[in-house]
Every structure is written in C-alpha cells, then in structure tokens.
C-alpha cells in the first residue's frame, strides 16, 4: 500500500512557499574483495538481504557526516552486479535528501570529492575494499589519470568510457544469460568481448581504444533475441577533442554490414546505440511527400506496482509469471497511451524489466516506447504526457488491477516529486 506522508509543522519563520522537496541521486562504486554470486541477483535471499543491510548501513553513516548530511534521509540498494567476470561486484544505491527551493542544486562534485576522503582515497567502505576508479556520485567521476612516459606531465591521458549496445536477432535469451559464470554467460560473454575489440581497433579510435567489457544480456522480444550491452575504454588526450560518437556509430554501422552481421550474429539493424547514439530506420507514409517521413522515436516509462510483489520468477523470461505480469502491462500502458495526446503516432510499449523494490515487497516496471515523429512536429512533450498518465492513472495511484507508488512515476526520465511542506 501506498501513503503519501505530508508533515506540516507551525514554524512561524517560514512561509509556506519554503516547502522542501524530495530529491534524489545515485552512488555507484565496485567492492573488489565481494566476489559477485548468483545470489545477488535474488531478492529477499540470506545473501541478497545481508549485503543490502550491510552497504545501506554504511552508506548511511558515510553520508549523515557529509555536509549534505541534515537533508540526508537515506539510501537504498537497488543492484548488485558482476564486475570484471564476476570477480568483483558493482554495487547502485539511490539516496534520497530533502531540498529546499531556495538551495542551490546537489553540488555532485563536492560530494564525490568528500566520499573520496571519506573512503581513504575510495579504497575502504567499512570491510569492503574499493576499486579507487569504480565511484560516482551522481554520474560523477573523476578518472584516474595515466601518465604517458614520453610525454610531458601536461599530456597525460584520462581514461574514457563509452557504450555500445545492439541487439542478436540468431541468440535466444535464457535464464542461463543473466548467470554471470555459467558456461552459457562466459562463452557469449569472451566472444562477444573478443568481436568487439576487434572491430574497435580497427576503427578511428583504435590507436587509443584499451578494450570493452560485456556489462550485461537482457532479453528482447520476449527473449527470442538477446540484448548486449557494453562498456568501452579508451585513452583521452587533455588536447584531444571528445569522442565523435556519430562518426564512431557510422563507423561500427559501415564495419557490420549496415548492423546487419558482427562475426557469428545477425544483428536488428536499428538495435545499435554508440554512447546513447543511434539513427533510427526512416518509415516513408505513402499519404506524405517523402519531405515529411515519420521517424520511429522511443522514451520510457517507469513506475512501481506496490501490491505486485517481486518474486524470482519475474527475472526469467519466459517463466509463466513473467510473460503473463508482461501481457497485462504492455495492454494496460498500450491503452492508456492509445488515449493520451500522443495516441495517434503511438505504435505500442514492450517492458524491459520487473526490479525488486523496498526489498521485494513492491516491483518496479520499466518500459519502453515507440511513436512515429514528423519531422516538422516538436520534441516530446515528457512533461505534459507525465502530467496526462498522472491525472489517467488516479493522480499515479491506480493502473487497472495495481496499486501504484504515486512518487514513482518517471516518463522519459521526468518526473515531479511530491512536496513535503515544512
């Protein structure tokens, strides 16, 4: 069940227009001395459930003695995942303070640079030992710095990150693909690695490109194909420019066959995305002059079913559980957007994903959707549409049979918190 908690206090020295509002950021770092298990993958087992306890309590502690620490309210665990084959374990938190509006925004840099000292150089968080590159806070980080022997001090080197995901239309998803060391995830894992190095090095980028890392396999279209996910390192010059990802898209484009072949796999050839970078197939409307081809364009929806609880069974697609929570909500959000301003260039939504939430006893839904776009027509209206699904869905209380968190909504990342009125 859902409550919304308004505390109203008589502080006579505050107008009400001095509300403080809920906000939230992310604090990511790799425990090297946690080797990651399968079990941290399950909800509510011993082993899940001791970490989380463990990681909240000293993120707590950590960040109550920040100076963000009288707004500070808490953390929680989101994800536990494989790190450098499984040998290490990354761990996602999202941290939760009260903002009011006359302060300044979350001063992510200074935080990350207090966390550091805080975890002697990031290298201790309690018994943990840390991986000093591993932190963000926020999205923040600040890389370690390679020094080139041959170069001057003033051209050292910052490793850089970049991400390449794609679909393989010829691998089917299975459980065993969401099992970091079993054979199945290992020897995708080394191949997928081995096709990506290959290609990189040959590519513009190459002089500089270290390697990638295989970070995920998710399932697509109800697990008949696998989607990759990558993360890429290479080393930056202070005087070279930022990576070119359009070029570096086109580039992986021209070297898989259109993204149509990457070694053994068949490829969706509208599923690669270069650091978030991608050139949707063009659909021609015959009822159009080709001036005004409809682009397919995606956003996403978010939201938490607070009388669904998480079980093991809505991580394996294809279990029974899976596909039938997966009908009703891609009928349930196909309906409410067919409705909705953005109806009639709405072509439907596909769930990605089912995540525990509050340690199992709710579920997150994550979604993503597609509309044809004019080109002559405006961006997305994130903003409008949250509202419209909001005001739709009993101002995000109600969607059809579930009981919704009514702060979790988020459409296309958007999303207004409720307001605690001090």
Do not use: W
Not at 70 to 83: I, Q, S
Not at 159 to 188: E, V
Not at 220 to 239: I, L, M
């Amino acid at each position: 069940m859902s409550v919304s908690l308004q505390i109203t206090s008589q502080a006579p020295t505050h107008p009400p227009m001095t509300a403080a509002a809920l906000q939230h950021f992310t604090i990511n770092f790799t425990a090297t001395n946690l080797p990651y298990s399968s079990d941290l993958v399950t909800p509510n087992s011993a082993k899940f459930n001791a970490t989380r306890r463990v990681m909240v309590t000293l993120l707590d502690r950590l960040l109550k003695e920040s100076s963000i620490g009288p707004a500070f309210l808490g953390c929680e665990t989101t994800a536990f995942r494989p790190v450098r084959q499984g040998d290490n374990t990354g761990v996602d938190a999202v941290c939760t303070y009260r903002k009011e509006p006359s302060a300044p925004p979350l001063d992510r840099v200074g935080l990350y640079r207090e966390v550091t000292n805080r975890t002697r150089g990031t290298t201790q968080l309690g018994p943990y030992r840390l991986d000093r590159d591993s932190l963000y806070v926020n999205g923040y980080n600040e890389q370690t710095v390679l020094t080139a022997p041959t170069h001057p001090p003033t051209t050292a080197a910052a490793l850089q990150h970049f991400t390449i995901n794609f679909t393989a239309t010829n691998l089917p998803y299975s459980s065993d693909l969401a099992t970091p060391n079993s054979a199945k995830f290992n020897a995708t894992r080394r191949v997928m690695v081995t096709l990506l190095d290959r290609l990189l090095k040959e590519s513009s980028i190459g002089p500089a490109f270290l390697g990638c890392e295989t970070t995920a396999f998710r399932p697509v279209r109800q697990g008949d194909n696998t989607g990759v996910d990558a993360v890429c390192t290479y080393r930056k010059e202070p005087s070279a420019p930022p990576l070119d990802r359009v070029g570096l898209y086109r580039e992986v484009t021209n070297r898989t066959r259109g993204t149509t072949q990457l070694g053994p796999y068949r490829l969706d050839r509208d599923s690669l995305y270069v650091n978030g970078y991608n050139e949707q197939t063009v659909l021609t409307t015959p009822t159009h002059p080709p001036t005004t081809a409809a682009a397919l364009q995606h956003f996403t929806i978010n939201f938490t079913a607070t009388n669904l609880p998480y079980i093991s069974d809505l991580a394996t697609p294809n279990s029974a559980k899976f596909n039938a929570t997966r009908r009703v909500m891609v009928t349930l959000l196909d309906r409410l957007l067919k409705e909705s301003s953005i109806g009639p260039a709405f072509l439907g939504c596909e769930t990605t994903a089912f995540r525990p939430v509050r340690q199992g006893d709710n579920t997150g839904v994550d979604a993503v959707c597609t509309y044809r776009k004019e080109p002559s027509a405006p961006p997305l209206d994130r903003v409008g549409l949250y509202r419209e699904v909001t005001n739709r869905t009993r101002g995000t209380t109600q969607l059809g049979p579930y009981r919704l968190d009514r702060d979790s909504l988020y459409v296309n990342g958007y999303n207004e918190q409720t307001a605690l009125t001090a």
